[in-house]
Protein backbone atom coordinates (compact mmCIF):
# COMPACT_ATOMS: atom_id res chain seq x y z
CA UNK A 1 0.00 0.00 0.00
CA UNK A 2 1.70 3.28 -1.12
CA UNK A 3 1.65 6.09 1.31
CA UNK A 4 -0.87 8.99 0.97
CA UNK A 5 -1.05 12.29 0.25
CA UNK A 6 -0.66 15.18 2.63
CA UNK A 7 -3.13 17.74 2.14
CA UNK A 8 -2.53 20.59 4.01
CA UNK A 9 -6.16 22.34 4.50
CA UNK A 10 -4.82 26.21 4.96
CA UNK A 11 -3.26 29.01 2.62
CA UNK A 12 -1.52 30.02 5.39
CA UNK A 13 2.59 30.22 4.52
CA UNK A 14 3.55 29.92 8.26
CA UNK A 15 1.52 26.42 8.65
CA UNK A 16 3.25 25.84 5.36
CA UNK A 17 6.83 26.60 6.54
CA UNK A 18 6.11 24.63 9.79
CA UNK A 19 5.00 21.87 7.29
CA UNK A 20 8.07 21.20 5.60
CA UNK A 21 9.79 21.08 9.05
CA UNK A 22 8.33 17.47 8.52
CA UNK A 23 7.58 16.56 5.28
CA UNK A 24 8.84 17.61 1.57
CA UNK A 25 5.73 17.01 -0.55
CA UNK A 26 2.47 18.16 0.06
CA UNK A 27 -0.71 20.33 -1.53
CA UNK A 28 -1.74 23.00 -0.36
CA UNK A 29 -5.64 24.19 -0.78
CA UNK A 30 -7.34 26.58 0.51
CA UNK A 31 -10.18 24.97 2.49
CA UNK A 32 -12.90 28.51 1.75
CA UNK A 33 -14.81 27.53 5.04
CA UNK A 34 -16.62 30.44 6.60
CA UNK A 35 -14.98 31.38 10.05
CA UNK A 36 -17.95 33.02 12.21
CA UNK A 37 -17.73 33.57 16.05
CA UNK A 38 -20.47 31.14 17.85
CA UNK A 39 -21.90 33.14 20.75
CA UNK A 40 -20.67 32.30 23.81
CA UNK A 41 -18.01 29.80 22.40
CA UNK A 42 -14.69 29.40 23.89
CA UNK A 43 -11.52 30.14 22.20
CA UNK A 44 -10.31 26.52 22.51
CA UNK A 45 -13.60 25.10 21.30
CA UNK A 46 -13.82 27.53 17.95
CA UNK A 47 -10.34 26.53 17.52
CA UNK A 48 -10.76 23.13 17.15
CA UNK A 49 -14.58 23.60 15.44
CA UNK A 50 -12.47 25.88 12.73
CA UNK A 51 -9.48 23.34 12.38
CA UNK A 52 -12.16 20.22 11.90
CA UNK A 53 -14.41 22.53 9.56
CA UNK A 54 -11.10 22.73 7.46
CA UNK A 55 -9.78 19.43 7.01
CA UNK A 56 -13.53 18.32 6.19
CA UNK A 57 -13.84 20.93 3.61
CA UNK A 58 -10.54 19.64 1.87
CA UNK A 59 -11.17 16.11 2.38
CA UNK A 60 -14.84 16.06 0.10
CA UNK A 61 -12.66 15.59 -3.10
CA UNK A 62 -9.46 14.03 -2.28
CA UNK A 63 -9.75 10.11 -1.67
CA UNK A 64 -6.33 8.70 -0.83
CA UNK A 65 -5.16 11.58 1.47
CA UNK A 66 -4.50 12.23 5.38
CA UNK A 67 -5.72 16.33 5.54
CA UNK A 68 -5.09 18.41 8.21
CA UNK A 69 -6.69 21.09 9.20
CA UNK A 70 -4.87 24.01 11.76
CA UNK A 71 -6.86 26.91 13.17
CA UNK A 72 -5.89 29.64 15.73
CA UNK A 73 -7.60 31.83 18.30
CA UNK A 74 -5.79 34.34 20.32
CA UNK A 75 -7.36 35.86 23.55
CA UNK A 76 -6.40 38.20 25.90
CA UNK A 77 -8.97 37.68 28.53
CA UNK A 78 -12.38 37.26 27.08
CA UNK A 79 -11.44 39.60 23.82
CA UNK A 80 -10.34 37.62 20.90
CA UNK A 81 -7.67 39.02 19.19
CA UNK A 82 -7.90 38.77 15.17
CA UNK A 83 -5.02 39.54 12.71
CA UNK A 84 -4.62 43.10 12.93
CA UNK A 85 -4.23 43.96 9.22
CA UNK A 86 -2.65 47.51 9.99
CA UNK A 87 -0.34 48.94 12.02
CA UNK A 88 -3.30 50.94 13.78
CA UNK A 89 -4.83 47.77 14.92
CA UNK A 90 -1.65 46.12 15.84
CA UNK A 91 -0.35 49.32 17.91
CA UNK A 92 -3.75 48.73 19.76
CA UNK A 93 -3.66 45.27 19.99
CA UNK A 94 0.05 45.36 21.46
CA UNK A 95 -0.79 47.74 24.15
CA UNK A 96 -3.52 46.04 25.56
CA UNK A 97 -1.39 43.18 25.48
CA UNK A 98 1.28 44.93 27.52
CA UNK A 99 1.79 43.52 31.04
CA UNK A 100 -0.93 41.06 30.34
CA UNK A 101 -1.20 37.66 29.00
CA UNK A 102 -2.32 36.63 25.88
CA UNK A 103 -3.43 32.93 25.37
CA UNK A 104 -3.87 30.66 22.03
CA UNK A 105 -5.39 27.99 21.15
CA UNK A 106 -4.35 25.90 17.94
CA UNK A 107 -5.80 23.22 17.13
CA UNK A 108 -5.56 20.26 14.49
CA UNK A 109 -7.49 18.08 12.53
CA UNK A 110 -6.18 14.56 10.51
CA UNK A 111 -8.66 12.93 8.34
CA UNK A 112 -7.93 9.98 6.77
CA UNK A 113 -10.25 9.95 3.63
CA UNK A 114 -9.14 6.36 3.11
CA UNK A 115 -10.71 4.93 6.16
CA UNK A 116 -12.38 8.25 6.98
CA UNK A 117 -11.22 7.73 10.79
CA UNK A 118 -10.06 11.35 11.90
CA UNK A 119 -7.89 12.69 15.31
CA UNK A 120 -7.90 15.92 16.82
CA UNK A 121 -5.85 18.40 18.57
CA UNK A 122 -5.92 21.24 20.76
CA UNK A 123 -2.40 23.06 22.26
CA UNK A 124 -2.62 25.96 24.41
CA UNK A 125 0.25 28.16 24.98
CA UNK A 126 0.57 31.26 27.44
CA UNK A 127 2.42 34.37 26.30
CA UNK A 128 3.45 36.95 28.80
CA UNK A 129 4.21 39.93 27.83
CA UNK A 130 6.50 42.50 29.53
CA UNK A 131 5.28 46.24 29.58
CA UNK A 132 5.83 47.52 26.87
CA UNK A 133 6.23 51.20 26.16
CA UNK A 134 5.12 53.18 22.88
CA UNK A 135 8.32 53.61 21.65
CA UNK A 136 9.05 49.83 21.61
CA UNK A 137 5.74 48.96 20.26
CA UNK A 138 7.01 51.33 17.18
CA UNK A 139 10.31 49.84 16.62
CA UNK A 140 9.05 46.05 16.59
CA UNK A 141 6.10 46.90 13.89
CA UNK A 142 8.48 48.84 12.10
CA UNK A 143 11.20 46.19 11.92
CA UNK A 144 8.47 43.16 11.23
CA UNK A 145 5.09 44.46 10.40
CA UNK A 146 3.29 41.59 11.97
CA UNK A 147 -0.17 42.41 10.41
CA UNK A 148 -1.53 39.11 9.52
CA UNK A 149 -0.39 37.51 12.91
CA UNK A 150 -3.32 37.41 15.65
CA UNK A 151 -1.80 39.15 18.45
CA UNK A 152 0.41 41.12 16.50
CA UNK A 153 3.42 39.71 17.06
CA UNK A 154 6.00 36.60 15.33
CA UNK A 155 7.70 34.68 18.03
CA UNK A 156 9.75 32.85 15.48
CA UNK A 157 11.03 36.72 14.53
CA UNK A 158 12.06 39.99 16.78
CA UNK A 159 8.53 39.51 18.82
CA UNK A 160 10.30 37.08 20.71
CA UNK A 161 12.23 40.31 22.89
CA UNK A 162 8.47 41.77 23.51
CA UNK A 163 7.72 38.70 26.42
CA UNK A 164 8.75 37.74 29.39
CA UNK A 165 8.36 33.76 29.12
CA UNK A 166 5.77 31.85 26.86
CA UNK A 167 4.68 28.77 28.58
CA UNK A 168 3.83 25.87 26.05
CA UNK A 169 3.93 22.14 25.56
CA UNK A 170 5.13 22.66 21.74
CA UNK A 171 6.46 25.92 20.49
CA UNK A 172 5.34 25.26 17.25
CA UNK A 173 1.80 25.76 18.45
CA UNK A 174 1.95 29.69 18.97
CA UNK A 175 3.79 29.93 15.23
CA UNK A 176 0.34 28.20 14.06
CA UNK A 177 0.58 24.56 13.62
CA UNK A 178 1.09 22.40 17.07
CA UNK A 179 3.81 19.69 14.76
CA UNK A 180 4.47 17.65 18.41
CA UNK A 181 0.44 16.92 17.98
CA UNK A 182 0.59 17.00 14.28
CA UNK A 183 3.04 14.25 14.30
CA UNK A 184 1.55 12.29 16.58
CA UNK A 185 -1.38 12.08 14.51
CA UNK A 186 0.52 11.50 11.33
CA UNK A 187 2.00 8.61 12.79
CA UNK A 188 -1.74 6.92 14.17
CA UNK A 189 -2.83 7.37 10.90
CA UNK A 190 -0.04 5.31 9.49
CA UNK A 191 2.10 7.73 8.19
CA UNK A 192 6.10 7.06 8.67
CA UNK A 193 7.73 9.91 10.11
CA UNK A 194 11.67 9.83 11.33
Known sequence: ???????????????????????????????????????????GARALRLAVAKAEAAARDRPDALVIGSDQVAAHGETVLHKPGNIENARQQLRASS??????HTALCVIDTRSGKSG?????TRVVFRVLTDPEIDRYLA????????????????????????????????????????????????????
Open 99 to 104: GNVVDF
Open 1 to 43: MSAPRIVLASTSRYRAELLRRLLDDFEQVSPDVDEPELPGEAP
Open 143 to 194: IERPFDCAGSFKSEGAGISLFERIESEDPTGLIGMPLIALARLLRKAGYALP
Open 120 to 124: TALDH
